[in-house]
């Protein structure tokens, strides 16, 4: 049976949200930015409004004020945005339980059983499409065969549309779009791709698939796949399990590092709300990567591969400090890093000993560490700090939850991918 398969992009979502509270608000060129005294602001999200005087996500305020100087900007709500994005997919549940996740105002859906009851896939799509109205949110909606066809339907019209990708039309209506609308083809593969004269997802599917392992690897192949329409990933249930590939931290610091203690203090905060989300998520990393932009706005990211495995801050802090003091020679201060552990193994898993070590030592690192989490659980992360991560009011300690709720940093679980 062939599958029906729905995309649901929630139209600029965060600025949408904003304005049902304050419905003045969506008369006005709207965005959604960071914290400007934290050195966090950028645009979020924005309305069609802003859009129109070249507005765009990740673009910094100055910047956004110079092209609209009438721009009104307001902070990010998170909570509300969850509200309403459980609200969405509570919606969803009426036409199928295969929903799928991705990101805080995107879904998959697997309506292939519910057509009968519901009509056709356009169908559902239009009932979602009315019915998030009501919400006072607008979507706009890919109806296909596979997911990947999905998620470009969403995108082609925007917004509160839907648009319907099928086997007899696909190659009429995606094969001309450029090749960077789809999924996965980033900046740098789209780049590889246009010098093989590879400009449209047309020119993708129809260049040989061993041409384009040759040149991109594995992903050429999967690239050649997705293109013709091969794709049969499934929609996974929200309930299934699925696999973490890494966890990570980054931000914006409130001021220029200018010192390798700064960045050490910096390293230490992010290194601990990753460990201490690893342990939550019942893992050992055995790598430690870190990421560093200068304030120039040019980044790089090295990695290093542990020994043995870890959940401990200070191990992943330790591992962080020395990538950072053995590739960077401080020709310009630092005004961005992040933190990343990834090689996760569950903490069950029995993993080779140090033969010199004291592992009993180790174990009670461990079992220190836990009896921290569940005091930070209980009082709050900042009951028990390390005096590194308060020696700088300048830089105080992050914790996971303000990470989260106010954009003070980018914490993320980042799942397998080809799942």
């Not at 109806?143 to 339907?153: D, M, P, R, Y």
């Not at 040759?214 to 990933?233: E, F, P, R, T």
């Not at 203090?265 to 989300?277: E, I, K, Q």
């Not at 000993?353 to 569940?374: H, P, R, V």
Request: hydrophobic share 35%; aromatic share 10%.
């Amino acid at each position: 049976m062939e599958k029906t398969i729905l995309h649901i992009d929630m139209n600029n979502f965060f600025a949408s949200v904003e304005c049902i509270d304050k419905p003045e608000l969506g008369s006005v060129p709207l965005a959604v930015c960071g914290d400007e005294k934290q050195r966090h602001g950028i645009v979020l999200a924005k309305n069609e409004l802003a859009k129109k005087y070249g507005i765009k996500t990740g673009m910094v305020l100055w910047e956004a004020r110079q092209k609209c100087p009438e721009l009104v900007c307001v902070g990010a709500h998170m909570d509300n945005y969850i509200k309403y994005s459980k609200l969405a997919r509570q919606l969803y549940y009426n036409y199928t339980d295969q929903i799928e996740p991705f990101g805080i105002d995107e879904c998959w859906l697997d309506v292939t059983g519910s057509a009968g009851l519901f009509g056709s896939g356009e169908d559902i799509a239009e009932r979602i499409r009315n019915e998030v109205k009501d919400m006072g949110l607008t979507v706009s909606i890919g109806v296909s065969f596979n997911k990947i066809f999905a998620k470009l339907g969403s995108d082609y019209k925007k917004p509160d549309a839907v648009t319907v990708f099928s086997k007899s039309n696909y190659r009429d209506m995606i094969w001309p779009l450029d090749v960077g609308d789809m999924m996965f083809v980033g900046r740098a593969t789209g780049k590889k791709l246009r010098m093989l004269g590879i400009n449209t997802i047309g020119d993708l599917a129809l260049t040989p698939a061993g041409v384009l392992e040759s040149k991109l690897g594995k992903m050429g192949k999967v690239l050649w796949s997705y293109a013709n329409g091969y794709d049969d990933s499934p929609v996974l249930n929200t309930e299934d399990s699925v696999p973490i590939k890494s966890i990570g931290n980054s931000t914006t610091t409130p001021r220029d590092l200018e010192t390798d203690y700064d960045v050490k203090t910096v390293l230490y905060s992010l290194s601990d709300t990753v460990a201490t989300r690893m342990r939550d998520q019942g893992f050992r990393c055995g790598a430690v990567e870190i990421w560093i932009r200068r304030s120039d706005m040019e980044s790089f990211v090295r990695q290093h591969k542990l020994e043995y495995p870890t959940c401990l801050t200070n191990t992943v802090a330790r591992e962080a400090f020395s990538l950072f003091l053995q590739n960077y020679d401080w020709n310009l201060p630092i005004r961005g890093v992040g933190v990343r552990v990834s090689g996760l193994t569950p903490l069950s898993s029995n993993y080779q000993l140090d033969m010199f070590a004291d592992e009993t030592k180790n174990a009670g690192k461990e079992n220190l560490a836990f009896s921290i989490d569940t005091l930070r659980k209980k009082y709050g992360y900042s009951a028990v700090l390390a005096g590194i991560a308060i020696s700088d009011n300048s830089l105080k300690a992050l914790s996971p939850e303000d990470c989260r709720r106010n954009g003070a940093g980018m914490y993320e679980l980042t799942p397998q991918l080809g799942r």
